[in-house]
C-alpha cells in the first residue's frame, strides 16, 4: 500500500489558500494517514486529487475536475446509497478506507458543514453484512512481544542468544508473546500468550485473521500473505493504558500476563479506533456527543471507557486445552476454505458437516473444528447430545425447524450496541426471541445431561421481545429518520400526534364532497402535491363559482389550484404533527435500542446456546444421513472399524472403508503402495476421525476407540506440490523439524512421502532417520506413506513398527485400485499402468511395456531400486524438467543400437515407478522416448 495515501503534495503546497471544506478534507487525510479517507459532500462520499485518480481507477468510476481560488483537481465521487460495493474494491486492493461523514445537519449549520471519521473500513474490522458475505468469523488479530524499554533491546542484544530477555521456558528472544483475537462483528473476543513463536503461529493458522496490528519489536512474518499486517500506535500497547482498557471492556480479569494485557488492550483501542471512536458518531440528530477518538485510540475525554460495549467477554485460552492443528494440518486435511472469500470451491470437511440452519451454528461448528477438545467428559458430553439427536428423528428435525428462524443475533446485537441497527433489526431480534420458547418446548422431554442444562439455560428475554414488541411496527420502514418505526400507541404524545395527522387528514378527505356541495362545482377536486401541499382544483369553466375565501395558489393549463385558510390551517397541523412524529419515532427507537443494548449480555448468552444446539443437531443430522457412529474418546491406541473419509466418501461412487489399529504395541505404520491406490486418503481420514471425535462430533466408521489426540501433524512430501510451486525441500524439512520438536507421544503424525525434495539417497537416508526418532524419541502414533520400500524393513528391526500397504489388481494390461488397506508391505509397482490411466499416449505405453520386458528378461525384477542400489537413482534422477544435457551425458558415447539399448533398459531400471507421480511419469517417459528417436 502507498504511504501517506490521502494528502497528495501537490496540494500540501497551495494549503494556505485552501477552501475550508478542503482544509477539513486535508486535516482528516492527515490525521489517518494510513488510510484513503472517503468525505460525505450531500448524498456522495468524495475523494479528491490523487486520492480521487486512485478511486476512480480501482472503483471504475468517472474522473471530474473541479476549481476553486487554489486552481484545478480531481475529484470522484462514490454514492453513500451504494457504498459498501465500492468500499469493497478498495480494501480488496489492500487499502483502509476512513469514511468521513457529516456531524451536523447541513440545514442547521451556516458555513461549512463538520465532519468527522465515523468508521475505518479495514479486512479485519468489518461490520457490514454486505462485506463480511459469509457467516464465518472474521478477526482482527494482536501481536505483542516483549516490552522494549527503549533502545537498548535491539543494538546490545545478540538476537541469535537465546538466553536473552526471554522469561517462560523455551521462549525465543522475544518472547514471551501475546496473542489477541477479535471479531468485531460478534464482539468474539479471544487472548493467549506463548513462549515460543511456532505456538502463536499455530494459533494464528487456527483463527486465519483477515487483519493484523503489531506491538514495538513484535515480528510479521508470523503472518501468511492474506493477513493484512501493520503497525499501530506505540502507546495503545502500554501496559497501563492496555490495562486500564482491558478493564473498562472485561473487568478485572486478574491477568497477570502482560504480554496478553497489551495484546488485547491495543486491539480494543484499534477497534474503537476504527469505530470512529464512538459507535455513535455516525448517526446524525442521535443525542449522543460525538466523541471521536484520534488514532492513538484514547477518547477525547482521555479516561477509556467501553466503547464498544457489546464486546463484554474475553475467552483467555491456553492453546495447549485443545488439539492442536497448526496452519500445515489445517490445510492438508482442508477443514476450512481458510477465507471465504478467497476460497476454492472443493468441498471442505466443514462443507461437508454442515447441516446447521442459521449462521449462530455455522460460525460455532467452525470454531469447534477449529478447536477439538481434549477433555475426555467435555467430549463425551457432546457425543451424549448428538446420541440424544441422531436417535430422536421427530426432535431433530423439530428443533432444525425452529432454528432456521433464528437470525445472526449475535451481529445483530452488535449493531444494537454499535447505534447501527435499525427497526427491522429489531423485529428480527424479536422473531427470534418469538423461538425460544418453542425450543424450550420441543427440549422439554430431554434426557442427556448437555441437552437439559441447555434447556435450562435458555433465557427467552421476554422483557426484550415484549419491548420491542410494543414499540416497533411489524413491517417497519428501513429508514428511522421518516416514521413508520414505531407504534402509535407505544408512546402517549406519539399517539396524540399521530391522531392529528390522521384527523386532518380524514377532514381533507371530507373536503372534496363538502366543497363540492358548498360551491355547486361538481368536478372540483381536492388533491396534494410535493411542492404546493393541498389544494384545490377548478377547471377553468367553474372559475366563476369559486367562493369569496379561496385563495390561489397556482395555475394550470385548463384549471386553477386554490387554497382555503382552514384547508392551509389543517394542512400546517398535519405538518407540524408528522414533522414532530417523526422525529418523536426516532428518539424513541434510539431509546428502545439502547435498552436493547443494554442486555447485550444476555442475547448473546442465549445467541451461544442456539448456537450450540445447532451444531449439536447438525452433527446428529449428519450422523444419520451419512451412518456415523458415536466414538469412544480416552482409550489407550486407536481401533477403528470400516473407517471413511467424510469428504472423499461424499466425492466417490464406492468409497471402500479400512480399519486402522494403533497400539503400544503397534503405533508405527509404513504404508506402501502405488499412486492413487489411496495412501494419502487413509492417513488423512485416521486424522479426520480424530479430528471429529473431539470436535464433539461422531465418525464414519463402524466403531470407534480412539485416544486423545493432542496434536495432529501432516507433512506432505514437497514433490507432490510441483503444481504448487513452493520451494521444495528447505520447506519439507523445516515442517519435519517442527514435528520431531514438537510431538509427544499423544500426537497424531501422518508423514506423506516425505524426503522426496531430494536425491533418492539423500530421501531415504532422512525419512530412515526419521523413522528412527520418532518411533525412538517421540512414540507417536505415525502414518508414514512411502515410496522407499527399503522402509518396509524397519518393520523387522524396530519393535512397534508395522507394514501396511495398498493393492492394485492387474486387469490384463490395465490396473484397478481395490483401495484396500492391507498388512504388509507392497510388492509389485505398477507405474507403466498408471502413465496409461494418466493418459500417456499408448504408444510410449506400449514401447515402455517392451523396454521393461527386455530389462526383466535381464535381471528379475524386484522392489524399484533394490538391485541396482542407489548410485543409479543418482545418476538417472528423474527431473521434472526436461533436462537435455543430462539426456546428452547418459547416452552420449557408443553409436551402437545395443549399448543404447544396454543404456534405455539402465534408466528403466533406475526408475522407481512405484512413486512417481503421472506427471514424473510422463516425464520420464517422454525422455526416454526422445532419447530414441536420437
Ligand atoms: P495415494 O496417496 O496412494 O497416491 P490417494 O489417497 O490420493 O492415493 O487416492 C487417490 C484417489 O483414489 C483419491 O483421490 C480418491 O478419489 C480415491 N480413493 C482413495 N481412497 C479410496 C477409498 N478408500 N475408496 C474409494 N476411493 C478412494
Redesign the pocket.
Known amino acids: 500500500m502507498d504511504a501517506a495515501l490521502g494528502a497528495p503534495a501537490k496540494m500540501a503546497d497551495r494549503e494556505g489558500d485552501l477552501t475550508p471544506m478542503m482544509a477539513q478534507y486535508f486535516e482528516l487525510c492527515r490525521e489517518y494517514d494510513d488510510s484513503l479517507v472517503l468525505f460525505q459532500v450531500g448524498d456522495f462520499y468524495e475523494a479528491f486529487c490523487e486520492a480521487a485518480e486512485r478511486v476512480a481507477r480501482l472503483c471504475e468510476i468517472t474522473l471530474t475536475k473541479r476549481e476553486d481560488s487554489t486552481g484545478e483537481y480531481a475529484m470522484a465521487g462514490i454514492p453513500i446509497d451504494n457504498a459498501e460495493s465500492y468500499i469493497e474494491r478498495l480494501l480488496e486492493a489492500g487499502y483502509r478506507v476512513a469514511v468521513a461523514d457529516q456531524v451536523q445537519d447541513p440545514d442547521e449549520v451556516t458555513g461549512v458543514v463538520d465532519r468527522a471519521v465515523t468508521r475505518v473500513v479495514t479486512p479485519g474490522t468489518l461490520t457490514e453484512d454486505e462485506l463480511l458475505r459469509s457467516p464465518d468469523n472474521n478477526y482482527v488479530a494482536c501481536l505483542t512481544a516483549t516490552e522494549s524499554d527503549g533502545g537498548d533491546s535491539d543494538g546490545s542484544t545478540d538476537r541469535t542468544d537465546r538466553t536473552g530477555p526471554a522469561s517462560a521456558p523455551g521462549a525465543d528472544e522475544n518472547g514471551p508473546y501475546g496473542l489477541a483475537l477479535l471479531d468485531v462483528s460478534t464482539g468474539d473476543c479471544y487472548a493467549t500468550s506463548a513462549g515460543r513463536l511456532d505456538s502463536i503461529a499455530d494459533e494464528l493458522g487456527r483463527f486465519a485473521p483477515a487483519e493484523a496490528i503489531v506491538g514495538p519489536d513484535a515480528p510479521v512474518d508470523v503472518f501468511d500473505g492474506d493477513c493484512m499486517v501493520s503497525p499501530y500506535e506505540r502507546t495503545a500497547f502500554q501496559t497501563e493504558s492496555a490495562r486500564e482498557r482491558v478493564e473498562a471492556y472485561f473487568g478485572d480479569l486478574g491477568l497477570a500476563d502482560e504480554a496478553e494485557v497489551r495484546a488485547c488492550g491495543a486491539l480494543l483501542a484499534y477497534a474503537e479506533y476504527t469505530r470512529g471512536g464512538n459507535p455513535d458518531a455516525g448517526d446524525i440528530g442521535d443525542d449522543s456527543t460525538a466523541a471521536v477518538a484520534g488514532p492513538d485510540g484514547a477518547s477525547a475525554e482521555g479516561e477509556p471507557t467501553a466503547a464498544l460495549d457489546y464486546i463484554n467477554h474475553l475467552t483467555r485460552y491456553d492453546p495447549r486445552e485443545y488439539m492442536l492443528l497448526d496452519r500445515v494440518a489445517l490445510e492438508s486435511l482442508e477443514l476450512f476454505d481458510r477465507r471465504a472469500v478467497h476460497g476454492h470451491q472443493g468441498l471442505t470437511l466443514v462443507d461437508a458437516l454442515d447441516e446447521t440452519a442459521c449462521a449462530l451454528g455455522r460460525r460455532k461448528l467452525n470454531d469447534w473444528l477449529r478447536r477439538p477438545l481434549l477433555d475426555e467428559d467435555r467430549i463425551a458430553a457432546r457425543h451424549d447430545a448428538v446420541a440424544e439427536l441422531t436417535g430422536d428423528v421427530t426432535l431433530r428435525e423439530r428443533l432444525h425447524e425452529l432454528l432456521d428462524d433464528v437470525y445472526d443475533v449475535e451481529r445483530l446485537v452488535s449493531r444494537v450496541a454499535r447505534g447501527r441497527a435499525n427497526a427491522r433489526d429489531l423485529r428480527s431480534l424479536h422473531d427470534t426471541l418469538a423461538v425460544v420458547p418453542d425450543v424450550e418446548e420441543a427440549l422439554a422431554d430431554a434426557e442427556s445431561k448437555t441437552l437439559v442444562e441447555l434447556r435450562e439455560n435458555l433465557d427467552s428475554l421476554a422483557d426484550v421481545r415484549d419491548l420491542i414488541d410494543r414499540a416497533v411496527r411489524e413491517d417497519p420502514a428501513a429508514e428511522l429518520t421518516e416514521g413508520g418505526v414505531v407504534k402509535p400507541a407505544f408512546d402517549d404524545e406519539l399517539g396524540a400526534l399521530r391522531e392529528t395527522e390522521r384527523e386532518g387528514k380524514a377532514w381533507i378527505d371530507d373536503l372534496e364532497a363538502s366543497e363540492r356541495e358548498r360551491t355547486g362545482i361538481d368536478s372540483l377536486k381536492v388533491g396534494h402535491n410535493s411542492v404546493h401541499g393541498y389544494y384545490i382544483e377548478v377547471t377553468d369553466p367553474n372559475l366563476d363559482s369559486v367562493p369569496d375565501d379561496y385563495t390561489r395558489r397556482q395555475t394550470l393549463k385548463n384549471a386553477e389550484r386554490f387554497v382555503t385558510p382552514e384547508l392551509k390551517e389543517r394542512e400546517d397541523e398535519i405538518i407540524r404533527a408528522e414533522g414532530r412524529a417523526d422525529d418523536l419515532e426516532y428518539e424513541l427507537f434510539c431509546e428502545v435500542r439502547r435498552d436493547v443494548a443494554e442486555e447485550s449480555e444476555r442475547v448473546q448468552a442465549l445467541a451461544e446456546r442456539l448456537a450450540r444446539l445447532d451444531v449439536f443437531v447438525s452433527f446428529a443430522s449428519v450422523a444419520a444421513k451419512f451412518d456415523y457412529s458415536r466414538p469412544e474418546v480416552g482409550a489407550d491406541g486407536f481401533d477403528v472399524e470400516a473407517g ?2 467424510p469428504v ?2 461424499r ?2 461412487e ?5 480399519d486402522a489399529h494403533f497400539d503400544e504395541q503397534d503405533f508405527f505404520a509404513v504404508i506402501t ?13 485416521v486424522a479426520l476421525i480424530a479430528v471429529l471425535a473431539q470436535a464433539g462430533s461422531f465418525v464414519p466408521a463402524a466403531s470407534a476407540r480412539l485416544p486423545v489426540v493432542d496434536r495432529v501433524f501432516t507433512r506432505v512430501g514437497a514433490s507432490d506440490d510441483i503444481a504448487g510451486g513452493r520451494s521444495t525441500f528447505m520447506v519439507e524439512m523445516t515442517e519435519l523439524a517442527d514435528i520431531l520438536q514438537n510431538a509427544t507421544e499423544d500426537s497424531l503424525v501422518l508423514l ?2 516425505v524426503g522426496r525434495g531430494t536425491s533418492t539417497a539423500d530421501g531415504l537416508a532422512i525419512a530412515r532417520a526419521v523413522t528412527e526418532h520418532v518411533h525412538e524419541a517421540v512414540g507417536a502414533t505415525t502414518l508414514f ?1 512411502t515410496h522407499h520400500h527399503e522402509l518396509t524393513a524397519i518393520a523387522d528391526e524396530l519393535p512397534g513398527v508395522f507394514n501396511l500397504h ?1 493393492e492394485t489388481e492387474r486387469e490384463g494390461d490395465d490396473v484397478a ?1 481395490e ?2 488397506v492391507a498388512p504388509g508391505a507392497a510388492a509389485a509397482s505398477y507405474g507403466i499402468e498408471v502413465a496409461k490411466m494418466a493418459g500417456v499416449p499408448a504408444d510410449v505405453v506400449q514401447r515402455s511395456r517392451e523396454l521393461l520386458d527386455e530389462s526383466d528378461a535381464g535381471a528379475a525384477r524386484g522392489p524399484a531400486a533394490e538391485t541396482n542400489g542407489h548410485d543409479a537413482s543418482e545418476s538417472v534422477r528423474v527431473s521434472n524438467t526436461t533436462d537435455g544435457a543430462q539426456n546428452g551425458d547418459v547416452l552420449a558415447g557408443d553409436d551402437a543400437d545395443s549399448a543404447a539399448d544396454a543404456r534405455l533398459a539402465e534408466e528403466l531400471e533406475a526408475l522407481d515407478v512405484a512413486t512417481m ?1 503421472p506427471l514424473e511419469a510422463m516425464n520420464a517417459l517422454a525422455e526416454l522416448k526422445a532419447s530414441l528417436d536420437e
Not at 654 to 658: A, K, S, W
Not at 673 to 685: A, E, F, H
Request: hydrophobic share 25%; aromatic share 12%; no cysteine.
Open positions: 471413511r473419509h472423499v466418501e466425492t466417490e464406492r468409497f471402500v472403508p479400512n503402495g502405488p499412486n492413487m491406490s489411496g495412501k494419502s486418503t487413509y492417513m488423512r481420514q506423506d512421502e506413506a495398498f485400485f483401495h484396500e507421480t
